[in-house]
């Protein structure tokens, strides 16, 4: 799924730069979308997606720097004249006319003009393909969110855009609805085959639903992968505590074990962790390791460093039990504990101290922010 | 039954004014309509339509009046809609308030005094002689239609720029950039979202500029010259001068019918075009 380097590019920034005034919204981008491709922008509020987004759609000029949209430069193109199509966070249906009215709308637009018997039929394809077929004559008003949404999509999808843009389009739906959304949308991208790019605040919705997540914080992409890529080699400390949740520690190199490294702890244990990039011993380092890599026992384990921590909470979450420690040197640390592994931990109540069992080669050197 | 005191106590005092101060008044029109003038002015008893047979005397004020009452608030609208789309959409917001109040500032002096303004511009050493000093000829302005026309445009166009304002103002942008992303040039937008979306305003405002018209007096008898009456003045000769009650009831019977009738053709028309929507609390 390596869409960057292989297949086709539908869409390029090319040091894209967009400034409001004084604020740097969106800071020399620079990235490849792949046909077909589902990539996600994911960051807080106001990290600079939602600009690339916009800028994708025509709505804002970049600043600085080009935009392609299948080999085309389109910075100054205005969106009425590009093939993409945007599915908005609050829909903005048009709330003058009926759900089919809304959906050929875009078809209405086409010059020269399609036939009336063509929009109808193209029109009540695309309900059919959202799960609307018998919605059309209805008025906006009349649906519900979820329903507001599938009209959003079909008014999307019926123009057969190269790229659909989605921002943040399930952020107003309760989670049961989101699910099925999230699901139904997957579906509905393998099928179509249009390249999708979503904007989101929802690391679990990029993570389950991208080929490829972009994810961005002051304006800058911080980091490009594959979900897994993000969440196993998170390039820095960003990155790591944006996307899932990790313990961020401090060490110093002692050597390098090939791929790996040996660090040096605050607290003077020393661990074997990932070293994505080549460390000079002696050098500073962070680290993260997520809390469901690192295991708790009440007795040591040979062979592994002996951290003994003081337990100060345990959160019951179903399938995992989330405990949370302090240790005097390394400071708080979280661990995620499958319920089937809690069984090893009799007795053990929080005030009492536990022993953190680090394997070798979990965690990972982080780069510079 | 709290629910039905709670109903009463909301409707009770506007109800008893417009029972006391608009239908009771009506009936009592309806009924001197149909009698006759007392020898000395005044209203007799009498059951007859003579009054109604008698209305085309007064044919000249029932024309001006449906002539130009139509006619004003066609070009208030026109007028109306570019400024209240200027202010509601182009307005840098910093301005925004200031203009508005700029459109209402003429309201705060009496329109007897602007009237009074308009009869030096529009007379014999107004806007005509400065036309005859550049040679463009002479021109009669004041007391003709075209006088009363100027007249209630100014007068009246606020009246038209705030609900068109009201509606465009509260138009969604993102529906216009819905409308872009789906391929409809600024202009197709404008006809196919902007327009349909404002058309409440532009009811409400043609609404309320049309009725007022329909009774006006001030303007007419003041740029008017009595050379252009409406059926207001009509009225005003009728039942001051004429003392002729009957007479002037019938004439004002025939009004209120006018109006009630072409006001429910234009609000059909308007429910037909789709401009009958939930947010005017007029239809």
Redesign the interface.
Known sequence: MAYATQGETIAEFVNTTKRFGRVLAADRLNLKIGKGEFLSFLGPSGCGKTTALRMLAGFEAPTEGRILIDGQEVGAEPAYRRPVNMVFQHYALFPHMTVAENVGYGLRQRRPRLAKEDIAARVTRALDTVRLGDFGPRRIWEMSGGQQQRVALARAIVNEPKILLLDEPMAALDAKLRGEMQTELLSLQRKLGITFILVTHDQQEALSMSDRICLMGKGRIAQIGTPRELYDRPANRYVADFVGRANILTGTVIRNIGEHALVRLASNHDVVVEAPHPVSPGAKVDLAIRPEALRLATAPQPGLPDIVAKLCRMTFLGEHVEYLLSHPALGQLQVMVPRQAERALPGVDTGHEVHILWDQGNGLILGQD | MTKGRARWLLLGPAGLWYAALLVLPLAVVLVYSLGERAPAGGYAPALTLAQYANLGSRWAAFQNTLLLAPAGTLAALLIAYPLAYFLAVRANPRWRTLLLVLVIVPFWTSILIRSYAWIFLLGGRGIPALLSDLGLGDIRLINTPFAVLVGIVYGYLPLMVFPIYVSLEKL?K??L?????????PW?SFL??TL??SLPGVATGSMLVFILLMGEYLIPQMLGGGKVFFVGNALVDLFLQSRNWAFGSAMAVTLVAIMLVTVTLYMRFLRRI?AA?DDTGLM
């Open positions: 969604d993102r529906l950039e819905a409308s872009s992303d789906l391929g409809a040039a197709r196919q979202v349909p979306l789709g929507r």
